[in-house]
């Protein structure tokens, strides 16, 4: 078992940026992926950005790349989301994930073992 805990959401004006942080246990991590997702009300939860935790080349949405960058600190055994230049529709329920796997471009849920309870975050105008 692998338990997700995220951390760091909250309200943030547009064009402001945010850190979340996915602090993962249970398990040696270096054979999984992690990956970040939203949902927003309404919506289906969608793909935010995947990596794999012994290295690799990070995939994200087209939606958010070059604005986001995901990343492991191995010291801390967490997945960061950073999040710059922040937009009102990037306002969603953030929900960190894992898999046992190497391939770092999962991008559908259902590839997805393990889930966090997410962490809302709110884009004002």
């Known amino acids: 078992q692998v338990q997700l805990v995220e951390s760091g959401g909250g309200l943030v004006q547009a064009g402001g940026s945010l850190r979340l942080s996915c602090s993962a246990s249970?398990?040696?991590?270096?054979?999984?992926?992690m990956g970040w997702f939203r949902q927003a009300p309404g919506k289906e939860r969608e793909f935010v950005a995947a990596?794999?935790?012994?290295?690799?080349?990070?995939n994200y949405a087209d939606s958010v790349k070059g604005r986001f960058t995901i990343s492991r600190d191995y010291a801390k055994n967490t997945v960061d989301l950073h999040m710059n230049s922040l937009k009102p529709e990037d306002t969603a329920v953030y929900y960190c994930?894992?898999?046992?796997?190497?391939?770092?471009?999962?991008?559908?849920?259902?590839?997805?073992?393990?889930w966090g309870q997410g962490t809302q975050v709110t884009v004002s105008s």
């Open positions: 990596i794999t935790w012994g290295g690799g080349t990070p």
């Open positions: 249970g398990r040696t991590l270096s054979v999984y992926t």
């Open positions: 994930a894992a898999v046992r796997s190497t391939i770092g471009g999962l991008r559908y849920p259902v590839s997805y073992d393990y």
